[in-house]
T-cell receptor, first 110, second 116 residues
């Protein structure tokens, strides 16, 4: 069964303290892996799509990487405005459905 | 350009009632998908519509249904509400074939449904 697990569930960081969020997945052939950011009271906002192992994408302080079993979202020198829930989702080759993880709630303190 | 609009923003219903939620996609977007978000389960796929046709459906009971109109606006309906249906219902739109082509999704802010 296709599955996505995110860890940790919650993460508290001091401003400037870099860290990584993990997304482990099990799918029968990966079509794509997606990262979204969700602020309280809002819908998720697209960050990245990764398609194959070894691929990396960057946007400001965020960098997403992909292996055959997991993806990492690295946050470098985070700021309080990076506080949000980060969601990972995968799409398998044999289906159009998106399977989401339950997210990592990130809090960055000044 | 206006984003995805969902109405109403909040809704309170009682068990056994039915509810209809509305979603207006970004202008020009033809694919609309719906998701249920709860603290314990995260986002779960309900269904996807493209050009008024349901393309995919998640593992939800038949009480959950939807439709899409010729202007791409979509509605979802939940009949015979249960306490467990309390959740944030999110709608997302995309430009082309949506989930079939790995396109990024643009989400609305959701409708928070509370069933008492």
């Amino acid at each position: 069964e296709d599955q996505v697990t995110q860890s940790p569930e919650a993460l508290r960081l001091q401003e400037g303290e870099s860290s990584s969020l993990n997304c482990s997945y099990t799918v029968s052939g990966l079509r794509g892996l997606f990262w979204y950011r969700q602020d309280p009271g809002k819908g998720p906002e697209f960050l990245f799509t990764l398609y194959s192992a070894g691929e990396e994408k960057e946007k400001e302080r965020l960098k997403a990487t992909l292996t055959k079993k997991e993806s990492f979202l690295h946050i470098t020198a985070p700021k309080p405005e990076d506080s949000a829930t980060y969601l990972c989702a995968v799409q398998a080759m044999n289906t159009d459905k998106l399977i989401f993880g339950t997210g990592t709630r990130l809090q960055v303190f000044p | 350009k206006a984003g995805v609009t969902q109405t109403p923003r909040y809704l309170i219903k009682t068990r056994g009632q039915q509810v209809t939620l509305s979603c207006s996609p970004i202008s020009g977007h033809r694919s609309v998908s719906w998701y249920q978000q709860t603290p314990g389960q995260g986002l779960q796929f309900l269904f996807e519509y493209f050009s008024e046709t349901q393309r995919n459906k998640g593992n939800f009971p038949g009480r959950f249904s939807g439709r899409q109109f010729s202007n791409s606006r979509s509605e979802m309906n939940v009949s015979t509400l249960e306490l467990g249906d309390s959740a944030l219902y999110l709608c997302a739109s995309s430009t082309g074939l949506g989930l079939a082509t790995n396109e990024k999704l643009f989400f609305g802010s959701g409708t928070q449904l509370s069933v008492l």
